[in-house]
């Protein structure tokens, strides 16, 4: 497939993200893909934890949702969909995603389900170093619950090749939902670093979707955003050479400027010279932006140097748990008893024994972000206090929370609203392995 241009929209930018600007896009957007990124670091963890209790879960919570709400219009409009819903499970997702369409009289509609991602049995048998701390994979041991390799574009692309209407896929890069349309639409060369590169840039700027409209960038008398409770989410007009302008629907709420791109631009990578994918090594050096009409920005620059010999690897395990408990003081000398009650719990927990490490004591309005101890602001007259900590049993994290409901009447008077609350903690760590090991995966599902 050739083409001159292509305009692909961003349904989410989460996987808890709204659903109705996804369906706005579609119904008038015009566009001709729109991908939904819906994974973060440990989003698959999560998800293998799930199908370990179910085989036939995995896959994104909201999936059906967001597939019931936006098939119908997308068919009728011939948009095709990309999005790494498919978590830990592509093929149950996709499977899924047959059956919605065949319910909504979508029949023929064909679905790729896109795996390759899960290398669990190469870490269990190897022994690889890790990349943010010291040691390899084998100290992590029987903790491991998951192992997934971030691929590229190339399974998007093959999938779009073969008729697929949906691709869902398990990990793959951000941007490489963004980018697998576009190779597929311009046939561009998979050493054309450039352009490569180029389109890497686009791909970040939509990848978090509301964020690039003004959601992340908001800040009231600062940096004014309008309508932000019916925020529209973006797109891109894709020219062959990797150039874009970006945009959102007419009469959407938020903002699209030179400055939430700036912002977007620079969320979450190290080198901007050096931005590591699967697909190319993407420089952001000279990215330029362009205000050419209200809520369109044009995207120039950028280039790519050729893809690293090794993948990026996020290794999901099991980190023990954490308890917690909360609870709220008000009126006059609210900080004073907030601070008791914390003194209390601190000297229970260290009095009893309590199997807990990396305790935290925070008064949230006072201390429990900003820790600078320079807020000028007069005492608030409320307050509620934190204890959190992990702990190696599920017996031992309930230990905090127990210690916090008790000052219920063990306490400073006046205190309300305890809540305890115990989770299992599952960490992810992160290894290199030499791309020729991994591959991607394509099946179809058709309605």
Known sequence: MTARTIRIGAGAGFSGDR??????????????????????????????????????????????????????????????????????????????????????????????????????????????????????????????????????????????????????????????????????????????????????????????????????????????????????????DVAADGSAVLGKVDGSGGRLSVATCKEQLLYEILDPGAYLQADVVADFRSVAFDQVAPDRVAVSGGGGAQQPDTLKVSIGYGDGFLGEGQISYAGPGAVARGRLALDIVRERLDMTGAPVTDLRFEMIGVDAIDRTGRGSAPEPREVRIRVAGRAATRAGAERIGAEVEALYTNGPFGGGGAVTAVREVLAVASTLIDRTRISPTVHYEVA
């Open 19 to 236: 659903i109705e600007p996804a369906l706005e896009l579609v119904e008038h957007g015009q566009l001709d893909f729109l991908a939904f990124e819906c994974l973060a670091e440990r989003t698959i963890a999560l998800a293998q934890a799930a199908r370990r209790i179910d085989p036939d879960a995995g896959f994104d919570p909201l999936l059906e949702d967001r597939m019931r709400m936006v098939l119908p219009a997308a068919h009728a409009r011939g948009v095709r969909i990309v999005t790494n819903m498919g978590a830990a499970n592509p093929a149950g997702a996709a499977r899924l995603v047959a059956r919605i369409a065949r319910d909504l009289g979508l029949h023929g509609l064909r679905v790729a389900a896109v795996g390759g991602d899960d290398v669990l049995d190469i870490v269990r048998a190897g022994d690889f170093a890790l990349t943010d701390r010291p040691g390899t994979s084998r100290d992590l041991g029987d903790a491991i619950v998951s192992a997934n390799a971030y691929l590229g574009a190339d399974g998007i692309v093959a999938a779009l090749a073969g008729g697929a209407d949906v691709v869902i896929t398990g990990r793959v890069g951000d941007p490489a939902l963004f980018l697998g349309p576009m190779i597929h639409a311009f046939g561009w060369a998979r050493d054309d670093w450039d352009r490569l590169g180029r389109g890497t840039v686009v791909g970040h700027l939509l990848e978090c979707a509301g964020q690039v409209t003004g959601g992340y960038f908001a800040d009231p008398g600062v940096k004014d955003v309008p309508g932000l409770a019916r925020l529209g989410f973006p797109f891109a």
